[in-house]
């Protein structure tokens, strides 16, 4: 049975913590997981449970996220890492497994570059590699929305320009996760401090994926229909990472964690475990009503 525990924190004054679930029997280094840079640390219960039975699991409010306080103004990405790098010196342990989603593997990639032998392993999720001037006009307007208290367009579309809507692709759940995604940006733009800097952050404060890593076991997964940053880009940012390995996950787009949550699980705790990724139930598609499933999309 797990042992939860919440610690504080601090850095360049500002406060954060972190929730540490300990499991006794752990078999691997504690694996941190970093999502979206709204997403604080209770909005991953799949993974815990996934995880949990062979790791620590860490998630966060970091500076900036869920119930810290906020960032000062200008590039965040040295104070987040110093963050990170300070919770896996409050753990007390050489190394962590780290898991970064979205925003999260831009964040996790770049404490791997800050302190690879700190890092054990690292998977990276929906890695968005890059972002076209056509996109970032599209956040920005998503912004002004936002700006002039305009929740639900706001909510909208960013939720069309996350995911994949085209009915000629299939996404496995995809009603379900827009409607999750959409309410879920709404509800962050009404109650949460943090959503106009996170924007912010999104548009000007962008991690460089062009240094490549070294040194550090690395996987990064994309849905296959990922319309932030396309799989064929995302493949070509693993290969800057030495040793790395690429996977496409079928029937799914940027939010494969909402649309084959438990699967995305089971691949995480295969690799920070060093087990077989290439049985993992998320490389199978998910079979429609009188389909069968098809052949997997690995690499």
């Given at each position: 049975?797990?042992?939860?525990?919440?610690?504080?924190l601090s850095?360049?004054?500002?406060?954060?913590?972190?929730?540490?679930?300990?499991?006794?029997?752990?078999?691997?280094?504690?694996?941190?997981?970093?999502?979206?840079?709204?997403?604080?640390?209770?909005?991953?219960?799949?993974?815990?449970?996934?995880?949990?039975?062979?790791?620590?699991?860490?998630?966060?409010?970091?500076?900036?996220?869920?119930?810290?306080?906020?960032?000062?103004?200008?590039?965040s990405i040295?104070?987040?890492?110093?963050?990170?790098?300070?919770?896996?010196?409050?753990?007390?342990?050489?190394?962590?497994?780290?898991?970064?989603?979205?925003?999260?593997?831009?964040?996790?990639?770049?404490?791997?570059?800050?302190?690879?032998?700190?890092?054990?392993?690292?998977?990276?999720?929906?890695?968005?590699?890059?972002?076209?001037?056509?996109?970032?006009?599209?956040?920005?307007?998503?912004?002004?929305?936002?700006?002039?208290?305009?929740?639900?367009?706001?909510?909208?579309?960013?939720?069309?320009?996350?995911?994949?809507?085209?009915?000629?692709?299939?996404?496995?759940?995809?009603?379900?996760?827009?409607?999750?995604?959409?309410?879920?940006?709404?509800?962050?733009?009404?109650?949460?401090?943090?959503?106009?800097?996170?924007?912010?952050?999104?548009?000007?404060?962008?991690?460089?994926?062009?240094?490549?890593?070294?040194?550090?076991?690395?996987?990064?997964?994309?849905?296959?229909?990922?319309?932030v940053t396309?799989?064929?880009?995302?493949?070509?940012?693993?290969?800057?990472?030495?040793?790395?390995?690429?996977?496409?996950?079928?029937?799914?787009?940027?939010?494969?964690?909402?649309?084959?949550?438990?699967?995305?699980?089971?691949?995480?705790?295969?690799?920070?475990?060093?087990?077989?990724?290439?049985?993992?139930?998320?490389?199978?598609?998910?079979?429609?009503?009188?389909?069968?499933?098809?052949?997997?999309?690995?690499?």
């Amino acid at each position: 049975m797990s042992e939860e525990t919440i610690r504080s924190l601090s850095v360049s004054g500002v406060p954060y913590s972190y929730r540490l679930l300990r499991q006794p029997d752990r078999i691997t280094e504690p694996v941190m997981v970093l999502g979206g840079a709204l997403q604080g640390m209770f909005g991953w219960p799949q993974m815990e449970d996934h995880l949990g039975p062979v790791a620590d699991v860490v998630t966060a409010d970091l500076p900036g996220m869920g119930s810290a306080d906020p960032l000062p103004p200008g590039p965040s990405i040295d104070i987040l890492c110093t963050a990170i790098e300070r919770i896996i010196d409050d753990l007390d342990v050489p190394q962590i497994n780290l898991f970064g989603f979205s925003y999260g593997a831009g964040l996790a990639f770049s404490c791997a570059q800050r302190f690879p032998g700190r890092i054990a392993r690292l998977a990276l999720g929906g890695v968005p590699a890059h972002v076209s001037a056509a996109q970032l006009e599209y956040w920005r307007l998503a912004a002004d929305h936002l700006a002039r208290g305009e929740v639900e367009t706001f909510a909208r579309l960013v939720a069309e320009g996350l995911m994949c809507l085209d009915e000629d692709r299939f996404v496995t759940r995809r009603r379900l996760a827009f409607r999750y995604v959409r309410r879920s940006l709404a509800h962050a733009a009404r109650h949460s401090p943090h959503t106009a800097d996170s924007l912010r952050r999104g548009l000007s404060d962008r991690p460089d994926f062009s240094g490549g890593l070294t040194g550090v076991p690395t996987l990064v997964f994309s849905g296959e229909h990922d319309t932030v940053t396309a799989p064929p880009r995302q493949r070509d940012f693993a290969t800057s990472i030495k040793g790395s390995r690429f996977l496409t996950i079928p029937d799914a787009d940027h939010w494969v964690v909402l649309e084959r949550p438990q699967d995305v699980a089971d691949l995480a705790a295969r690799f920070f475990t060093d087990g077989p990724l290439s049985s993992a139930p998320c490389l199978t598609p998910v079979a429609r009503e009188g389909e069968p499933a098809t052949d997997p999309a690995y690499a």
